[in-house]
């Protein structure tokens, strides 16, 4: 039940809050992620003058934005939260403002314009069906809806809606490239909680709507299954520290929707002990998940903060004589990892035992999830391969170059008591939560099912199971990372370039083939002698439109030139220090022609997003 109602906002719809106990603990998680990474910020940021307030700035509208979600009480109160930090966090993509950073800003903002999209349109189908987008009563109102094939029709909407910030394959193009541009601590923020915002979207509707619905099981369960595979072997093939950790968090998302697609089909079934188990498993997975990272990045970011480096074999080395710096990494790497006593067994085991339930009570999908069940196993093992091949590049092996190597082991310090309480600190969690009985607790906090409390965390059933995954990532270690990712020494990158969804499909169909076709329809209608003169008009239309814009554009600039840029004379031997604004234009005169492109890429997807959401409302109006 909604706590806090506040109305007369957004056509009078209100915003609505609600703090039960799964909302509680990840605004609690939240608060806490931005807390250690604003400590870590003060010395990962020391040196940096320009862009801090910025930074600041948005990440506290971050805050505020990520907050609001995940005590929003209907779906219209997140998802206008959703779209607040969708365009805030933008800013942390593009902070250092290179070519590559406004490149993977770009596609983070236009793979957001177009969940965004995505997301309204099931909204608007979902309040035409059901009636309502309130959690507490949608759950009622879908299953007494008349018409359950739009129901299902707005639950793909809102998955893919969501999928889009969650990472979720195949909307999952910005993750591994955003990341690697981001500052450490934003990396963390973006891994750890912004990823799950998405995913408490399709948990939420999961739980409510689309709770029980089979179909839509199986719509979750497959892409998750693909973005936890396709994830983790991005990850192994990887050379660069931050990109890895990056694969990873798309591997695990895929982890936790492979949980939200096992709960609705056990739910479906009549399972309500499998449902049980894959809830916690998922919700607990979540929570691991973001503290993991949080640690993770951060040590990531002690890495680049003091070699502002990032591929293996530069920093090959680095932390040798770093015992606090090792211990935090291998608590995460140990936890992620699925290693009993670390956190993530706990969370892995019960999902990993969800889909059991599944091939027991679901044998029209048995051989599926048989298939399933192998994924996940190998999954679990490439996730334990790519993290002992950070942690023994980093911690364990020397550096190829000896005086490089000679310049690690003396700087024995590599961080401040701040970011050690903060870095260190968080690797604690790990240990703190792979114990049963403080998980346990934690999961009927959030999700009121009392049924875990004797679930058999050691049983030989459940080591087996951690077992052969570790075997699996030792066995992948020594043969594909040692026997074919090395080469003379060196970490080499065997993944295809060809091979990126974005470039390969994306792209082309949004500025090639689409504009073509829409080209060829545009000459059939100019052949028409009736719709020939119509189209004219909206050309000329749409030219005199273009000239007001460009005009109040020039306009725009010149205002900011004579106020925020502050244009003055340099007096004679006084050096000129120009503002931000006219350093943020030479980085982007630098790159014009490929801005251009990725903004017109990014004007053409959101055009095709709006013609898409229009020819729905019309479809349902004329149905």
């Not at 309204?120 to 189908?125: E, N, R």
């Not at 870095?423 to 240990?431: A, T």
């Not at 925020?564 to 982007?588: D, N, T």
Request: proline share 3%; charged share 15%.
């Amino acid at each position: 039940m909604p706590v806090l109602q506040i109305e007369g906002i957004m056509t009078g719809a209100g915003l609505s809050f609600s703090a039960d106990g799964f909302r509680c603990v990840y605004a609690v998680i939240t608060a806490f992620m931005w807390a250690a990474t604003a400590i870590f910020s003060k010395e990962y940021f020391a040196k940096e003058k320009e862009n801090l307030s910025r930074y600041i700035f948005f990440t506290l509208a971050t805050f505020v934005a990520t907050e609001g979600v995940m005590l929003s009480g209907d779906l219209m109160t997140a998802f206008l939260f959703f779209e607040i930090l969708s365009f805030t966090s933008f800013t942390w993509v593009i902070h250092e403002e290179t070519k590559e950073a406004v490149r993977a800003g770009y596609t983070y903002l236009f793979i957001a314009v177009i969940g965004g999209l995505l997301l309204f349109m099931g909204l608007a189908l979902m309040q035409y069906t059901a009636g309502t987008l309130s959690f507490d009563s949608l759950r009622e109102a879908a299953k007494n809806s008349p018409d359950q094939s739009l129901i299902f029709a707005a639950g793909i909407c809102i998955l893919f809606g969501f999928g889009c910030k969650a990472g979720m394959f195949p909307v999952h193009v910005w993750l591994p490239k955003a990341h690697p541009v981001a500052p450490s601590p934003a990396s963390a923020l973006l891994s750890g909680i912004l990823t799950k915002v998405g995913i408490y979207g399709i948990l939420m509707i999961s739980c409510t709507a689309l709770f029980g619905n089979e179909i839509f099981g199986l719509a979750v369960l497959l892409p998750g299954v693909v973005t936890m595979l396709l994830g983790a072997v991005l990850a192994l093939f990887s050379v660069n520290l931050k990109r890895t950790l990056a694969c990873s968090s798309m591997s695990q998302i895929g982890f936790i929707l492979t949980g939200i697609g096992m709960m609705l089909l056990l739910s479906s079934a009549g399972n309500e002990e499998g449902t049980g188990i894959a809830l916690s498993g998922l919700v607990l997975h979540m929570v691991n998940h973001s503290l993991i990272k949080l640690t993770l990045f951060m040590a990531a970011g002690v890495v680049m903060m003091n070699l502002n480096v990032l591929t293996l074999d530069e920093i090959r080395g680095y932390g040798r004589n770093k015992p606090l710096l090792m211990a935090a990494f291998a608590f995460g790497a140990l936890g992620i990892s699925g290693v009993p006593f670390f956190n993530g067994y706990l969370s892995k085991t019960m999902l990993h035992e969800s889909i059991v339930e599944g091939i027991k009570s679901l044998s029209a999908y048995g051989g599926l999830l048989s298939i399933i069940e192998w994924i996940f196993l190998i999954s679990g093992g490439l996730t334990f391969a790519y993290m002992l091949k950070l942690f023994i590049c980093i911690f364990v092996q020397k550096n190829r170059d000896e005086e490089r190597q000679l310049i690690f082991d003396r700087e024995r310090k590599c961080m401040n008591k701040a970011s050690t309480a903060v870095v260190f600190g968080s690797s604690l969690l790990m240990v703190v939560l792979g114990q049963p009985f403080v998980s346990t607790r934690l999961i009927k906090e959030m999700t009121g099912f009392s049924g875990i409390l004797g679930f058999s965390a050691f049983s030989v059933e459940n080591l087996k199971g951690a077992l052969i995954s570790l075997s699996i990532g030792a066995v992948l270690y020594f043969t594909i990372v040692r026997g074919v990712l090395i080469k003379n020494g060196s970490y080499v990158n065997l993944w295809p370039e060809k091979l990126d969804l974005e470039e390969l499909i994306y792209r082309p169909l949004i500025t090639k083939y689409i504009p073509e076709a829409m080209g060829k329809v545009a000459q059939i209608f100019g052949e028409n002698r009736i719709l020939k003169p119509l189209l004219a008009q909206c050309l000329r239309a749409g030219i005199i439109l273009t000239r007001i814009l460009e005009s109040l554009t020039d306009g725009f600039i010149l205002l900011l030139r004579k106020t925020v840029m502050r244009e003055r004379k340099v007096k004679s031997g006084e050096e000129s220090e120009p503002g931000f604004l006219y350093r943020l234009s030479a980085v982007l005169a630098a790159g014009a022609g490929q801005l251009l492109y990725n903004f017109t890429f990014a004007m053409m997807m959101t055009c095709l997003g709006i013609i898409i959401v229009l020819c729905t409302i019309i479809g349902i109006m004329f149905r």
